[in-house]
């Protein structure tokens, strides 16, 4: 009977050893424009197997750390009166390693419009990890004259919760907004955003039937 505790002992731990070595850690720092650390700061990754979002925030020196399968991510940042970001380049997490990401700077908000809003499935659940694809457009004045417009695309990754922001620049606008989720029927949404104005927008995704 000892024995047999011991072997089952054994098998508990080398279970346990050999999930712990399934994870990997990622791990960085926020900063200001002027080297000072962001305290508090929301930083998302979103795996791109999974789809599946993970959150933190910023400690008091301004790090952050994920314990995460091995995978590649997406991550983003946030932090109140700063411009977000998403980094272009996908993080690659390995089993038993440590990936450290460059020190990134979410620079001062400057006077901005707000879009800001959630994602739903039929019921009325929240859908994470939503990659949302917003771009200016022309509005019906622009177009018919003919009007040369700043170019502005963003992208941004739901939360957990659904969630998503777009700070834009302080000027009447026009946006085309595309909510994209793998088994959902993409939506797209466009949404006339006034001069420092905070516009609130919903989307409910469809799934794709089989």
Do not use: C, H
Not at 3 to 9: G, N, R
Not at 66 to 78: H, I, K, P, Q, V
């Amino acid at each position: 009977m000892k024995k047999l505790f011991y072997i089952l002992t054994l098998i508990s731990i080398f279970s346990l050893t050999a999930f712990a070595q399934q994870k990997g850690t990622l791990k960085g720092k926020l900063e200001d424009e002027k080297g000072k650390p962001i305290v508090g700061a929301e930083v998302r990754v979103m795996s791109s197997r999974t789809r599946k979002v993970q959150e933190t925030a910023t400690d008091k020196d301004g790090n952050y750390v994920f314990e995460l399968d091995a995978d590649s991510y997406t991550l983003s940042f946030d932090a109140e009166g700063r411009q977000g970001g998403t980094l272009r380049v996908m993080q690659q997490v390995e089993e038993g390693k440590e990936t450290k990401v460059k020190t990134y700077q979410l620079p001062k908000a400057r006077r901005t419009s707000l879009l800001r809003g959630s994602v739903f499935d039929e019921q009325g659940f929240s859908l994470q990890g939503v990659r949302l694809k917003l771009q200016r457009i022309r509005n019906d004045e622009e177009a018919r004259e003919n009007k040369k417009i700043d170019s502005v695309k963003m992208e941004y990754i739901s939360n957990s919760r659904g969630e998503f922001a777009f700070r834009l620049p302080p000027v009447r606008a026009r946006y085309q907004v595309t909510a994209i989720l793998s088994g959902y029927k993409p939506q797209t949404k466009t949404v006339d955003v006034g001069e420092d104005e905070s516009v609130p927008l919903a989307f409910t995704l469809e799934p794709v039937k089989e």
